[in-house]
């Protein structure tokens, strides 16, 4: 790829459709795939919901029933690259409803499997689908929407996810008391069905990219800003995992009168004001959101690192935790958009790798640090990443992101 290409794949818009068109959001095509999303996620949490139910019904203890998740992220984590990358060349619109066919399918195996392996397996299989469709999510999202609000529509593609990441849980354990573990991944297949009518009904299809358009994975990584984002990423999302996973020995450390489930859902609650706020400004504000979003974060390291024993603290903190988290898929997802341009599922899957990579790097570090040197290190050792995390966005991306606007403004 000679260079003129490669600043063509950098700054060309998304593909022209018919949506593209007009200055409004195709509200539709956004909505079913916050649809898609949210069954997503809700897939991959709802065993942490059925926990003890799942493992009754499977004659197995709870710790193996726990390895659904590590499965589905797995799935996710082996898959998400070399299949994004081996099915470049296809259409937009029938991959996206394979990837949501499959969640039907192995949904439904999971709901009517009785043997531990199989279920194991199709856990897997759909944490592969899993990775196809977060890799298409937001790229698809642009390329239906007018280019000055892609930012607007990945943060309406996305909501779905962050429903699933507040009410996920909760609800799968409501549905697995009223209709048995079964019934509920039943239900989520059902819902797969019905997005499969939905999307042929109102989602734009888009062709794949010509075999000879397509650069090597090297040369996408090694875009203009891709590797600190996917940095930003990794140094984010493992110190926001190693809180959020090992939250309630964290708590009974500093300020046992804290609740974890109060925590959370406050925590659920800044998550959703955030991703609303992102999507509301992240077009015309992205470069001081991804700035302040780890900002805000470290501030609540340093919160809960310094003033952790005042109760009223950690509801404040996990606020602030909230605001600075929800917004942040958005924000790096319109990063990797703009500054990848029409190689955004590959990059996208990048971030879906390094996203599974810092979640299990995050479990392995907490586990050593809660053992090692106790809960009470896990801000600093948070304030430490976000470090890293704010150097690589001052460094790298926002320099990338001003050069790229200066690439895209019109020549007098």
């Not at 937009?92 to 194991?120: D, E, Q």
């Not at 609540?300 to 988290?325: N, V």
């Not at 810092?358 to 907490?366: K, L, T, Y």
Request: net charge positive.
């Amino acid at each position: 790829m000679t260079e003129n290409q490669a600043q063509a794949s950098r700054t060309e818009g998304p593909p022209a459709g018919a949506s593209c068109q007009t200055d409004k959001l195709p509200l539709a095509g956004l909505l079913t795939l916050a649809a898609a999303a949210f069954m997503t996620l809700m897939t991959e949490v709802m065993p942490a919901g059925l926990l003890s139910s799942m493992a009754k019904g499977l004659s197995i203890s709870e710790s193996l029933t726990g390895q659904f998740i590590t499965a589905f992220a797995c799935g996710a984590l082996v898959a998400a690259i070399p299949v994004t990358a081996m099915t470049q060349g296809m259409r937009r619109k029938p991959l996206m409803l394979a990837a949501i066919s499959g969640f039907a399918v192995v949904n439904l195996i999971t709901a009517l499997s009785t043997n531990y392996m199989i279920s194991l397996m199709a856990r897997f299989a759909a944490g592969v689908f899993g990775g196809v469709v977060w890799s298409l999510l937001a790229g698809y999202a642009v390329r239906m929407t007018p280019t000055h609000l892609g930012g607007r529509a990945i943060a309406i593609s996305g909501a779905g996810a962050a429903v699933a990441l507040v009410l996920g849980v909760p609800t799968s354990a409501l549905l697995g008391g009223v209709i048995g573990w079964q019934g509920a991944f039943g239900t989520m297949s059902a819902i797969a069905v019905l997005l499969i009518v939905c999307g042929l009904v109102v989602l734009p299809d888009f062709p794949g990219q010509k075999k000879g358009d397509r650069p090597s994975l090297v040369t996408i990584a090694l875009t203009a800003g891709i590797a600190p984002s996917l940095l930003v990423v990794f140094t984010f999302v493992a110190a926001h995992s190693i809180l959020y996973v090992y939250i309630e020995p964290f708590l009974g450390s500093v300020a046992p009168s804290a609740d974890a489930g109060s925590v959370l859902f406050i925590f659920g609650l800044g998550s959703l004001v955030s991703l609303w706020f992102a999507g509301a400004t992240v077009d015309r504000w992205l470069r001081p959101l991804i700035v302040s979003s780890i900002s805000m974060f470290a501030f609540t390291a340093l919160l809960l690192g310094i003033c952790s024993a005042m109760p009223a603290t950690i509801y404040l903190a996990a606020f602030a935790w909230g605001l600075a988290f929800g917004g942040f898929a958005t924000l790096t997802q319109t990063i990797l958009s703009r500054l990848a341009g029409n190689t955004v599922d590959v990059a996208l899957s990048m971030n879906t790798t390094v996203w599974n990579c810092a979640v299990a790097a995050a479990g392995a570090a907490g586990g050593i640090l809660l053992d090692g040197i106790g809960p009470t290190s896990f801000p600093w050792v948070i304030v430490s990443m976000l470090a890293v995390s704010f150097s690589a966005v001052v460094l790298g991306v926002n320099k990338a992101l001003a050069r790229n606007v200066c690439l895209n403004l019109p020549q007098k």
